[in-house]
């Protein structure tokens, strides 16, 4: 259930109404937008009489929220929210931002495709140090000594370094680090133990769509996090698995507009993982571009058929470059003013 609030109202009387709500066993989310100032009231609302409310001096209507999602809906939080992801980088509202790099962390080659993927433009740095593969003989990443290594070249080139978390175990070790954006893989989720671990620090994350999920679990899979009192997250469209089997994934572009429409969170797209080829990796990164992504996560290697994971798909840091002009002219075109 959501309050707006009358304009009029002073800080002191909304402060009132929120205790007197949180003293009847609710959780509120406050938004002060510049329009209006909003009252997310969550817990079993079907306890609380609207009329009651509404009759109240300082409220200007009462609305009923059927979706299960609270924090997480644009509801209760009508503005774009914005994560700072440290280095001055912002996400959302506005603020477009491409992360690129490998697949994994593989050692020095990591530097070198740092500063090119920098070079051309992008603003943030992936890499997985703890990678989840579908087979457990496969390269499982370089755990701690990969996280050091993404430091290094974060602190070199001022940029921000976002990199998967797996294990509920190794939130703390992330944290001690300074890691600035934990990525929650689509293998995990749905891993509630583990969205809520996060949920419990202040780094921002970049959760990930899970690999037959729907929107709306996505959305919950954000609540959970949210919920614990981070409310720094970024949903990422990753491609879902259909009957299609000529793309290691299908990428949902309706994704795009319909998460912006029902959520405040930003959205990112990754063009890599949702099409499996190189070949393809680019017309999908324009596709999400232009249907409004607030930032795409692509992965770029040094030399792609060399790579311990994901090599396939990777674009090289020449195609990365011709990408980032193309991408520059399609966010040109889609927030210019038109009479
Ligand atoms: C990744 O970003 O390297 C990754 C494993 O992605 P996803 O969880 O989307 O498969
Ligand atoms: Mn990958």
Redesign the pocket.
């Known amino acids: 259930m959501i309050a707006i609030i009358k304009s009029s109202c002073t800080p002191e009387q909304l402060q009132h109404f929120v205790r007197w709500i949180e003293g009847r066993g609710f959780s509120t989310n406050v938004s002060r937008g510049d329009n209006e100032t909003i009252v997310g009231i969550i817990g079993d609302t079907t306890q609380i009489d609207p009329f009651l409310l509404e009759s109240m001096d300082i409220i200007e209507r009462v609305q009923r929220v059927s979706e299960p999602f609270k924090k997480a809906n644009r509801k209760f939080h009508p503005e774009d929210t914005i994560v700072d992801c440290g280095h001055g980088v912002l996400v959302g509202g506005g603020h477009f931002q491409v992360m690129a790099g490998p697949?994994s962390v593989e050692g020095k080659n990591l530097i070198q495709i740092a500063r090119a993927v920098k070079e051309a433009g992008a603003t943030m740095l992936?890499g997985?140090a703890f990678?989840?593969r579908t087979s457990p003989y496969a390269y499982q990443g370089m755990g701690e000594k990969g996280l050091d290594l993404l430091l290094e070249a974060s602190a070199e080139l001022d940029m921000p370094i976002v990199t998967?978390v797996m294990d509920v175990r190794d939130v703390a070790l992330f944290v001690d680090k300074g890691i600035d954006v934990m990525?929650i893989?689509?293998?995990n989720a749905q891993n509630f133990n583990l969205l809520k671990e996060v949920g419990k620090t202040n780094i921002p994350v970049l959760l990930?769509r899970g690999l037959s999920g729907t929107i709306d679990e996505l959305l919950m899979a954000a609540e959970y996090i949210m919920s614990e009192g981070n409310e720094k997250v970024m949903l990422?469209e990753?491609g879902i698995r259909t009957f299609e089997t000529r793309t290691r994934n299908t990428f949902d572009v309706n994704a795009i507009p319909v998460l912006h429409y029902l959520t405040h969170l930003p959205v990112i797209a990754?063009p890599s993982?949702a099409t499996g080829y190189t070949r393809y990796v680019r017309s999908i990164a324009y596709a999400a571009t232009a249907a409004g992504a607030d930032g795409l996560?692509i992965?770029v290697h040094n030399c792609p058929s060399e790579a311990w994971s994901?090599g396939a798909q990777a674009l090289t840091p020449a195609q990365f470059d011709d990408a980032m002009r193309r991408i520059a002219l399609i966010r040109e075109a889609i927030t210019a003013e038109v009479a």
Do not use: L, N
């Open positions: 697949c992936r997985g990678k989840p998967e990525q893989g689509a293998r990930k990422c990753r990754d993982h996560e992965e994901d």
